[in-house]
């Protein structure tokens, strides 16, 4: 019985996600990620794709974070009339 069971765990239902997906999926962040993209090998693991991942992600934060401030920064040395324009720019 627990033969079965082990069997049909592994077998792909409407909410699971099957291995070929997860190496796709894996790939075509590979093809995204500047750190891996520059390395001449092909052959990164998952595992190391997904850290690459998260800290792609992580810096992308830290530079929304900055540029936000440095905007903001902007933003108060210029005149109202200006900083609206600006603000309006933004928000399309």
């Keep these: 019985m627990s033969s079965r069971r082990s069997r049909s765990s592994r077998q792909p239902g409407p909410s699971r ?3 070929d997906q997860i190496n796709d999926l894996v790939s075509k962040l590979q093809q995204l990620l500047p750190e891996i993209q520059d390395r001449r090998s092909k052959k990164v693991s998952s595992a190391r794709v997904l850290q690459e991942t998260c800290n792609y992600i992580r810096n992308l934060h830290k ?9 903001s920064g902007l933003l108060e040395t210029t005149d109202a009339s200006q900083a609206a324009i600006i603000r309006n720019l933004l928000m399309q």
Excluded: A, G, N
């Excluded at 530079?63 to 905007?71: F, P, Q, Y």
């Design 17 to 19: 996600i099957t291995d």
């Design 63 to 71: 530079e929304v974070d900055d540029l936000s401030e440095r905007l």
